[in-house]
């Protein structure tokens, strides 16, 4: 039996000890691959960035003893992703891991998350992805912090491995994976749906327009209402790991008929 490749990239860049706790998960059920940036790339989104001469650098990492196969490409999250799928066309990975990323990404703010935006640059080229994150205070989102992934890695090795035996549910292209703080392998994991509010917030104590970008001050935690259904409560007032499933798909769920009714209303 052929031993599956595992693609394995993050926003947090090439040496970030959670890519690193990654590649340690992943070892055990296939040939791990990195493909990540050479340095931080926290909240690039999908964007498609990067210095126009960068190639893909070889890396020397190790898991478990043994040298593993990484390069890293001073770009955006998904651009790395992207290159590097582009100049090794033969390659055809079974599974592309983003992570693990340091905090969360939860609700409407996923659309700000390098690590979310590398998923899904793997799915739109057809390799089923996990986007692996793990709750840390926001002073973590750019500083290599020491901490405990033993059960992010639990966790990702565990969907990780229902993956790859049997790929992903029809329409399911990205399965996002939040692991509280504190968690533990015995922790439970929900089924949850992604929450349309924004989890993180960044506010400026006293707006004015010589404000700067960098006075604002970042601040996380559940909209008032939140839905037990939802990605954000699960983390943050259950406490229990939250895998949420997401599509390309990002038409609006509103009936055909009510839209162009609202639409011919408008004549």
Same mark, same amino acid.
């Given at each position: 039996?052929?031993?599956?490749?595992?693609?394995?990239?993050?926003?947090?860049?090439?040496?970030?000890?959670?890519?690193?706790?990654?590649?340690?998960?992943?070892?055990?059920?296939?040939?791990?691959?990195?493909?990540?940036?050479?340095?931080?790339?926290?909240?690039?989104?999908?964007?498609?960035?990067?210095?126009?001469?960068?190639?893909?650098?070889?890396?020397?990492?190790?898991?478990?003893?043994?040298?593993?196969?990484?390069?890293?490409?001073?770009?955006?999250?998904?651009?790395?992703?992207?290159?590097?799928?582009?100049?090794?066309?033969?390659?055809?990975?079974?599974?592309?891991?983003?992570?693990?990323?340091?905090?969360?990404?939860?609700?409407?703010s996923i659309t700000s998350s390098g690590t979310v935006g590398a998923a899904l640059e793997g799915a739109c080229r057809g390799i089923p992805a996990l986007a692996v994150s793990m709750e840390t205070?926001?002073?973590?989102?750019?500083?290599?912090?020491?901490?405990?992934?033993?059960?992010?890695?639990?966790?990702?090795?565990?969907?990780?491995?229902?993956?790859?035996?049997?790929?992903?549910?029809? #329409? !399911?292209?990205? =399965?996002?994976? %939040?692991?509280?703080?504190?968690? *533990? +392998?015995? &922790?439970?994991?929900?089924?949850?749906?992604?929450?349309?509010?924004?989890?993180?917030?960044?506010?400026?104590?006293?707006?004015?327009?010589?404000?700067?970008?960098?006075?604002?001050?970042?601040?996380?935690?559940?909209?008032?209402?939140?839905?037990?259904?939802? #990605? !954000?409560?699960? =983390?943050?007032? %259950?406490?229990?790991?939250?895998? *949420? +499933?997401? &599509?390309?798909?990002?038409?609006a769920r509103t009936a055909f008929g009510d839209i162009r009714a609202w639409l011919d209303g408008g004549r």
């Open positions: 039996m052929t031993t599956p490749r595992i693609l394995l990239t993050n926003d947090d860049g090439v040496h970030s000890p959670g890519l690193l706790a990654a590649a340690e998960a992943l070892h055990p059920l296939g040939g791990v691959d990195v493909f990540a940036p050479l340095r931080q790339q926290t909240a690039m989104g999908r964007a498609q960035t990067g210095d126009r001469n960068a190639i893909l650098q070889q890396v020397e990492l190790a898991v478990a003893g043994a040298p593993l196969r990484a390069w890293a490409c001073d770009a955006s999250p998904a651009a790395t992703v992207g290159h590097g799928l582009k100049v090794m066309p033969g390659y055809a990975p079974a599974l592309l891991v983003s992570g693990i990323n340091y905090g969360e990404n939860l609700g409407a205070g926001i002073e973590s989102h750019h500083a290599y912090t020491e901490q405990d992934w033993s059960a992010a890695m639990h966790f990702l090795a565990l969907f990780a491995g229902m993956v790859l035996e049997r790929g992903l549910p029809g #329409d !399911v292209h990205v =399965l996002k994976i %939040d692991v509280p703080a504190g968690a *533990t +392998p015995d &922790t439970p994991w929900r089924l949850t749906r992604l929450s349309p509010d924004m989890y993180y917030e960044s506010r400026l104590a006293v707006p004015s327009l010589g404000s700067r970008l960098g006075d604002a001050t970042v601040t996380k935690g559940p909209a008032p209402g939140e839905s037990p259904e939802t #990605d !954000v409560y699960a =983390l943050s007032v %259950d406490r229990v790991v939250s895998v *949420t +499933p997401l &599509t390309l798909d990002f038409t």
